[in-house]
């Protein structure tokens, strides 16, 4: 007879602890299993944490027996490991780190079997005589695989160097060595071109997808391929961090500094700290590749914390697109009110001339993106949300794109009566619509949240922009992340100040990365692209250093700013949620909360700011408050703690308050 410590499937905090269980079956971490708990009959389902426990003798004959095991479905040593990791960084529970692990329940899914890339072909493409920087970096990461080294690989690559062949030839490596690979895509939208490269260079046996687009029957078979060892690449968004292969030898993290990595909902992790951990068990290699690194990710290189790897050129030696900064306060003094510019017209009316697809961004979908009350100002907001209501002219209603809850347009205001109603703003359907007007030879296409609801509906959109039935795509940032289509002569930038007026401290990073990656879509070919820029505040650095293609210079000054004003990289933030039905509660409970915490005398505890309202929040009937912490490098598993303590002395005294824990939040407006 032995003893293990068990995590119960259970949804109350009351229970988030381990629980000691005897059995005479030798039991590993990881196995599941069947108990009795609490008062009830039912039996609960339980996880392996620990084996080889001693009890306290005084508990030794109240302690209850494991009743049943699963014979079909467990989860690895390492996988335990990496959740009761997760739960100490990120001050989440055991059950909420466990599930990340596990395939949907069987009974869910239900169904019949399919194939998620069933109609995908395999793309064979000719390998060409690699780059001399190419060579170099897979020299580097494949020695890293065969040595076993744990290494973590920050790849720079210029849009279009190759860096999807370095990719492939490590891949290629890990294979050799008996070893299993994922792959991670920011966007469900990219696995498609990747998944064609990956058929035809290694035959789909070999692959399984994992995203939450698709079916609960075909995560649940994609899930089991992957734990069989039928399949041994696993390609997906973020969630494909927590694919059950065993000897995993390389994690790829594309576009890694992509905000679809942090997760936004509970539980709330970092991809890449979740990648590192599962790496630090198997020895294995991590390459997070992109031609605009987060600056937490370059200053961690810059520290010897990764190491840099650079491809400075593309591949074809076509040089980097030219790109203009057009002052919109300019075109507005000349009497252009319009969204194309003088110079963007132009150029659009050349490069149609010539043959050449045209891609138009701007990072806000919709037809109206909010409507108002000329004479008293009311804005039309979501009743539940908050937040303002964007007009949609296909639907003709107005949407929440918080809850997506739809509206009628209303005909007078509901505030003062007036029917002074008007529209503001543009999106991308709008856009869409302005472009058939002036172009109505050539055929466009747009591409957002609103058009590709589906893989079904991208993978259209693409094949027929990648084959030149469409001639102009319209598009959110959707466009911008790592697709390639060789005869796109210009890239339009419509309004560059979205993202630049955005209030969070990485708003200059977010528009060099986006401004330099929708430009990167340009010039793919045989011929040098071209990249107009519109901006009301043409001057900003980022801007500029965007133009410049110029990552050292935009780098050099963030940097600068972020350790002046004590943001990552040199602090974790921590954002602390008190959500309740009472307001005053949840104030009163954040403000409890700050104050402990400044007596527990942690580090840079007076660097606490708030309470305040979460302007993010869109619960219905409840209120929300927030503090952010600013905790100093190295200190952030003790503010965790605290935290968790304070919240778990809230469940025992039954305050009718909840506290979420958000480390490092993407957003915070």
Same mark, same amino acid.
């Not at 070999?206 to 899930?223: C, G, K, M, P, Q």
């Not at 000329?374 to 809850?403: Q, T």
């Given at each position: 007879?032995?003893?293990?410590?068990?995590?119960?499937?259970?949804?109350?905090?009351?229970?988030?602890?381990?629980?000691?269980?005897?059995?005479?079956?030798?039991?590993?971490?990881?196995?599941? *299993?069947?108990?009795?708990?609490?008062?009830?009959?039912?039996?609960? %389902?339980?996880?392996?944490?620990?084996?080889?426990?001693?009890?306290?003798?005084?508990?030794?004959?109240?302690?209850?027996?494991?009743?049943?095991?699963?014979?079909?479905?467990?989860?690895?040593?390492?996988?335990?490991?990496?959740?009761?990791?997760?739960?100490?960084?990120?001050?989440?529970?055991?059950?909420?780190?466990?599930?990340?692990?596990?395939?949907?329940?069987?009974?869910?899914?239900?169904?019949?079997?399919?194939?998620?890339?069933?109609?995908?072909?395999?793309?064979?493409?000719?390998?060409?005589?690699?780059?001399?920087?190419?060579?170099?970096?897979?020299?580097?990461?494949?020695?890293?695989?065969?040595?076993?080294?744990?290494?973590?690989?920050?790849?720079?690559?210029?849009?279009?160097?190759?860096?999807?062949?370095?990719?492939?030839?490590?891949?290629?490596?890990?294979?050799?060595?008996?070893?299993?690979?994922?792959?991670?895509?920011?966007?469900?939208?990219? %696995?498609?071109?990747?998944?064609?490269?990956?058929?035809?260079?290694?035959?789909?046996?070999?692959?399984?997808?994992?995203?939450?687009?698709?079916?609960?029957?075909?995560?649940?078979?994609?899930?089991?391929?992957?734990?069989?060892?039928?399949?041994?690449?696993?390609?997906?968004?973020?969630?494909?961090?927590?694919?059950?292969?065993?000897?995993?030898?390389?994690?790829?993290?594309?576009?890694?500094?992509?905000?679809?990595?942090?997760?936004?909902?509970?539980?709330?992790?970092?991809?890449?700290?979740?990648?590192?951990?599962?790496?630090?068990?198997?020895?294995?290699?991590?390459?997070?590749?992109?031609?605009?690194?987060?600056?937490?990710?370059?200053?961690?290189?810059?520290?010897?914390?990764?190491?840099?790897?650079?491809?400075?050129?593309?591949?074809?030696?076509?040089?980097?697109?030219?790109?203009?900064?057009?002052?919109?306060?300019? #075109?507005?003094?000349?009497?252009?009110?319009?969204?194309?510019?003088?110079?963007?017209?132009?150029?659009?009316?050349?490069?149609?001339?010539?043959?050449?697809?045209?891609?138009?961004?701007?990072?806000?979908?919709?037809?109206?993106?909010?409507?108002?009350?000329?004479?008293?100002?009311?804005?039309?907001?979501?009743?539940?949300?908050?937040?303002?209501?964007?007009?949609?002219?296909?639907?003709?209603?107005?949407?929440?794109?918080?809850?997506?809850?739809?509206?009628?347009?209303?005909? *007078?205001?509901?505030?003062?009566?007036?029917?002074?109603?008007?529209?503001?703003?543009?999106?991308?359907?709008?856009?869409? #619509?302005?472009?058939?007007?002036?172009?109505?030879?050539?055929?466009?296409?747009?591409?957002?949240?609103?058009?590709?609801?589906?893989?079904?509906?991208?993978?259209?959109?693409?094949?027929?922009?990648?084959?030149?039935?469409?001639?102009?795509?319209?598009?959110?940032?959707?466009?911008?992340?790592?697709?390639?289509?060789?005869? *796109?002569?210009?890239?339009?930038?419509?309004?560059?100040?979205?993202?630049?007026?955005?209030?969070?401290?990485?708003?200059?990073?977010?528009?060099?990365?986006?401004?330099?990656?929708?430009?990167?879509?340009?010039?793919?070919?045989?011929?040098?692209?071209?990249?107009?820029?519109?901006?009301?505040?043409?001057?900003?650095?980022?801007?500029?250093?965007?133009?410049?293609?110029?990552?050292?210079?935009?780098?050099?000054?963030?940097?600068?700013?972020?350790?002046?004003?004590?943001?990552?990289?040199?602090?974790?933030?921590?954002?602390?949620?008190?959500?309740?039905?009472?307001?005053?509660?949840?104030?009163?409970?954040?403000?409890?909360?700050?104050?402990?915490?400044?007596?527990?005398?942690?580090?840079?505890?007076?660097?606490?700011?708030?309470?305040?309202?979460?302007?993010?929040?869109?619960?219905?009937?409840?209120?929300?408050?927030?503090?952010?912490?600013?905790?100093?490098?190295?200190?952030?598993?003790?503010?965790?703690?605290?935290?968790?303590?304070?919240?778990?002395?809230?469940?025992?005294?039954?305050?009718?308050?909840?506290?979420?824990?958000?480390?490092?939040?993407?957003?915070?407006?």
């Amino acid at each position: 007879m032995g003893y293990v410590d068990l995590v119960i499937e259970n949804k109350s905090r009351h229970t988030d602890d381990l629980f000691t269980y005897q059995t005479d079956r030798d039991l590993a971490p990881g196995t599941i *299993v069947k108990v009795p708990f609490g008062r009830g009959k039912a039996l609960k %389902t339980g996880y392996v944490f620990r084996t080889g426990v001693t009890p306290a003798p005084e508990l030794a004959g109240k302690i209850r027996s494991v009743a049943e095991v699963d014979p079909d479905l467990s989860m690895t040593e390492e996988m335990v490991e990496t959740a009761a990791w997760m739960r100490q960084r990120y001050g989440i529970t055991y059950v909420d780190a466990v599930h990340c692990f596990l395939p949907p329940k069987r009974g869910s899914a239900r169904g019949k079997k399919k194939e998620p890339y069933k109609d995908a072909v395999g793309e064979i493409q000719e390998i060409h005589r690699l780059t001399e920087e190419q060579q170099q970096a897979v020299r580097r990461i494949g020695d890293a695989v065969r040595k076993r080294e744990r290494k973590i690989f920050l790849l720079k690559g210029v849009t279009g160097s190759g860096k999807t062949e370095v990719y492939m030839q490590a891949i290629r490596r890990t294979l050799e060595e008996g070893r299993s690979v994922i792959i991670l895509v920011p966007e469900i939208a990219l %696995t498609d071109q990747i998944i064609r490269r990956l058929i035809g260079r290694f035959g789909k046996q070999e692959i399984a997808v994992l995203h939450s687009r698709l079916t609960l029957r075909e995560r649940y078979d994609e899930w089991n391929r992957l734990r069989s060892g039928e399949a041994r690449i696993a390609i997906g968004a973020r969630i494909g961090v927590f694919a059950p292969l065993p000897h995993i030898g390389l994690i790829i993290m594309d576009e890694e500094h992509e905000s679809t990595y942090k997760s936004d909902q509970t539980p709330k992790y970092e991809t890449v700290d979740v990648a590192a951990k599962r790496l630090m068990a198997e020895n294995g290699v991590m390459i997070l590749g992109s031609a605009t690194p987060s600056v937490v990710s370059y200053q961690r290189a810059k520290e010897g914390i990764y190491e840099l790897i650079e491809m400075n050129r593309r591949y074809n030696a076509t040089p980097l697109p030219e790109v203009e900064l057009v002052d919109m306060r300019e #075109e507005l003094r000349a009497g252009n009110n319009g969204i194309f510019s003088s110079r963007l017209y132009q150029e659009m009316q050349r490069s149609l001339s010539a043959g050449k697809q045209i891609i138009l961004f701007l990072n806000r979908r919709g037809y109206a993106t909010f409507i108002s009350c000329r004479s008293c100002g009311e804005a039309m907001k979501c009743p539940e949300c908050g937040i303002s209501l964007v007009y949609h002219k296909r639907e003709n209603a107005l949407i929440c794109h918080y809850c997506g809850k739809k509206f009628p347009v209303p005909r *007078v205001c509901p505030a003062c009566g007036s029917r002074e109603i008007r529209f503001a703003g543009r999106g991308t359907e709008q856009i869409e #619509e302005l472009v058939k007007q002036a172009f109505p030879d050539h055929p466009s296409a747009r591409l957002d949240l609103d058009t590709a609801k589906n893989t079904r509906e991208i993978r259209k959109l693409m094949t027929s922009f990648a084959k030149g039935r469409t001639e102009i795509l319209i598009g959110t940032q959707l466009v911008a992340k790592g697709l390639d289509f060789r005869n *796109v002569g210009l890239v339009g930038v419509l309004a560059a100040d979205v993202s630049l007026n955005i209030p969070d401290y990485r708003s200059a990073e977010r528009t060099f990365q986006l401004v330099t990656q929708v430009a990167g879509r340009a010039g793919r070919g045989e011929e040098q692209g071209r990249v107009i820029v519109q901006s009301y505040t043409p001057d900003n650095f980022a801007l500029r250093a965007a133009a410049r293609h110029d990552y050292e210079a935009f780098f050099r000054e963030e940097i600068l700013i972020r350790k002046l004003m004590q943001y990552p990289p040199f602090t974790d933030l921590i954002q602390v949620l008190f959500t309740s039905e009472e307001e005053s509660l949840a104030v009163d409970t954040a403000g409890r909360c700050a104050a402990w915490l400044e007596k527990a005398k942690l580090p840079n505890a007076r660097r606490i700011l708030g309470p305040k309202p979460d302007p993010n929040f869109k619960g219905q009937n409840s209120y929300r408050h927030d503090i952010l912490i600013k905790c100093p490098r190295g200190n952030r598993n003790q503010y965790i703690y605290y935290l968790r303590y304070f919240r778990q002395k809230l469940v025992e005294a039954g305050t009718a308050c909840q506290i979420t824990i958000d480390v490092n939040p993407y957003s915070m407006v």
